[in-house]
């Protein structure tokens, strides 16, 4: 089975821009999560969609948001970017019928100008 | 507000050597208790210890969960160079800051 994707893996921005970053999830898993990643905050929870609902949400501000699609494909937006978005961006994908066991991908390195 | 917290942040041993990596939660309607590892990118799944599985063996990694002192270990024995990596805990969408764990040869 193929593994959790996410496009594209490198993205170069400046302040002001906003950007859209992609995930696929394992195929039968329909919750995908997403995460940022920075040295200073750790893994930190942004929001969750299931059946193309958000259905949790971290404490992020508005300008962060996203959507899931009838396959189960998420995006993330970010609008309005900030030097301090630059971070690695995780997505994961899981079976809630198996528990809360999360499966990664190789995340987007997002680096803001 | 949900709690994860993991010590030690950072640890350096010797190949051979055993570590026991420590992970405190307080979260609220708890179902399970999971351990990552993370070297390049990708955080992997090793563990998930719930109220029907406290103890988890795999080689040289276990998990064991303490559900009323609310902690987790997870431990490894005979430490390799191929070990070194970010180890992370986590209740559902909360995670701890990770151990960084360097295993020297």
New interface residues.
């Given amino acids: 089975k193929a593994g959790v994707t996410q496009t594209p893996r490198y993205l170069i921005k400046t302040r002001g821009q906003q950007v859209t970053l992609s995930c696929s999830p394992i195929s039968g898993h329909r919750s995908v999560s997403w995460y940022q990643q920075t040295p200073g905050q750790g893994l930190q929870f942004l929001f969750e969609y299931f059946s193309e609902t958000q259905r949790n949400k971290g404490n992020f501000p508005g300008r962060f948001s996203g959507r899931q699609f009838s396959n189960s494909r998420s995006e993330m937006n970010v609008s309005t970017l900030e030097l301090g978005d630059s971070a690695l961006y995780l997505c994961a994908s899981r079976n809630r019928g198996l528990g809360d066991t999360q499966y990664f991908g190789p995340g987007t390195r997002l680096t803001v100008l | 507000e949900d709690k994860v917290v993991q010590s030690p942040l950072s640890l350096v041993v010797h190949e051979g050597d055993t570590v026991t990596l420590n992970c405190s939660y307080e979260v609220t309607n708890f179902?399970?208790l999971?351990w990552?590892k993370q070297e390049k990118?990708?955080?992997?799944?090793l563990f998930?210890l719930?109220s029907s599985g406290i103890e988890k063996k795999s080689g040289r990694l276990s998990s064991i969960l303490d559900k009323k002192e609310l902690f987790s270990i997870l431990n490894i024995t005979a430490t390799q160079t191929g070990d070194s990596a970010i180890y992370?805990c986590?209740?559902?969408?909360?995670?701890?800051?990770?151990t960084r764990l360097t295993v020297k040869p």
Avoid: H
């Fill in positions: 179902r399970s999971l990552y990118k990708a955080p992997t799944f998930m719930t992370l986590a209740s559902r969408v909360r995670f701890g800051a990770g």
